[in-house]
């Protein structure tokens, strides 16, 4: 039985790399997505651009809007002379952000009295609208406290120092990249695996295994274990870029990483072999591979938390395997997480796991035979 399984393992390996283009999936697609996650996609808000109406025109108006330029998040790169000006860049898409410091700014700060700043910000985006408006609220009211120590009848104020655990710097690279391990282990295994029973029935050769020695489960077992392996390899070649050129930090075990890994792949496997079932032809095979792997993605928590779908949607996400992977590396990624607190997702992954190779193990068989 171990010499046959090894011998389909070899059959799967040979057909597999003497395809240029298979080679290209296997080795740069992983790199290239990691690129594209690790630069393109981002939610970190820099150098918003952004237009200033400076109506005081004192000392302090000028101050204020150096801090602005000087934080890092905001470019100013139009000073106007009219509100006008200002909707128009705003409503033309030019800026994401618009400033207006009132007549009698330096004044009624000297006086200690309540002043208004207003601060417009393109709502389009609604994300990197708010975050705009927080970082600018944040700069006016800490330009605020410090002008307020040099005024006697001051009210009383408030010291609140918030700190960032796990990610000080707030990067949302740390966040996504992680990520970006589990969705490229699925999307390689689903397409190789979900492919893999399909090619053979296409071009024929199906027939000529089944009139071998082999068992439906050995044929299973020897067309999953390549691209077992190149799962594994991926996750390392992926991991190794992640860490040497992203800097992101791995505090946990590498040793829970390859279980975690190593369960979430059998499920992967899993969802392939059923997808190879229910295909006729490589094209279905593609189009079912994606039908399930957007969904699968946009109910793991990686784009959208959880908590903020539909109770419903809520209970669906439960039986995707990407949820709970996600959890598991970016807590030894990041918190440096052990078993100790990753058990819960280690055991639903690992009962969904087996429930997915059951059910596609039975139908395969039944094909099969």
Same mark, same amino acid.
């Given at each position: ?24 999936? $296997? ?29 005081? *025109? ?36 030019? $800026? ?30 609604? %994300?990197?609208?708010?975050? *705009? ?5 944040? !700069? ?26 796990? %990610? ?7 966040? %996504?990249?992680?990520?970006?391990? *589990?969705?490229? &282990? ?41 691209? *077992? ?11 190794? $870029? ?20 190593? !369960?979430?792949? &059998? ?41 903020? @779908? ?9 039986? %995707? ?17 052990? @078993? ?30």
């Amino acid at each position: 039985m171990t010499e046959r399984i090894r011998q389909v393992v070899r059959k799967e390996f040979i057909e597999l790399f003497r395809d240029k283009r298979m080679k290209g999936i $296997v080795l740069l697609l992983p790199i290239i997505q990691l690129f594209v996650f690790g630069y393109a996609v981002t939610t970190d808000v820099n150098h918003v651009l952004t237009a200033i109406y400076d109506r005081d *025109a004192s000392p302090d108006s000028r101050e204020l809007a150096r801090r602005f330029e000087g934080s890092g998040y905001f470019n100013i790169i139009y000073r106007v002379s009219s509100g006008k000006e200002l909707q128009e860049l705003v409503d033309r898409g030019k $800026v994401l952000c618009a400033i207006e410091i009132r007549e009698g700014f330096a004044k009624d700060l000297a006086r200690g009295f309540p002043t208004a700043i207003q601060v417009i910000v393109d709502g389009t985006d609604s %994300n990197t609208a708010s975050v *705009a408006g927080s970082y600018a609220s944040r !700069i006016i009211l800490q330009y605020g406290r410090e002008k307020g120590k040099h005024i006697e009848a001051t009210p009383v104020k408030l010291d609140v120092r918030a700190r960032a655990w796990y %990610n000080p710097d707030l990067r949302s690279r740390n966040y %996504n990249v992680p990520g970006v391990i *589990a969705i490229l &282990i699925m999307l390689i295994c689903l397409l190789l695996t979900s492919m893999a029973i399909v090619r053979e029935r296409e071009i024929g050769t199906i027939e000529q295994l089944m009139v071998t020695p082999l068992r439906p489960f050995e044929l299973m077992i020897g067309k999953t274990v390549p691209f *077992a392996l190149i799962g594994f390899f991926d996750m390392l070649l992926v991991t190794t $870029v992640g860490t040497t050129w992203f800097n992101i930090p791995i505090k946990g075990s590498l040793p829970l990483l390859f279980l975690g890994t190593a !369960i979430y792949l &059998i499920s992967v496997l899993g969802i392939g072999l059923f997808i190879s079932t229910i295909s006729r032809t490589q094209q279905q095979a593609l189009m079912a591979t994606f039908l399930f792997f957007a969904p699968a993605i946009l109910l793991s928590g990686f784009m959208f938390p959880i908590e903020n @779908m539909p109770v419903p949607v809520q209970y669906i996400t439960h039986l %995707n395997p990407l949820r709970y992977i996600l959890v598991i590396i970016r807590g030894i990624f990041l918190k440096g997480n052990g @078993m100790d607190v990753l058990w819960p997702e280690i055991t639903a992954l690992s009962l969904l796991s087996l429930l997915l190779v059951g059910v596609s193990s039975l139908r395969f068989k039944k094909k099969i035979g």
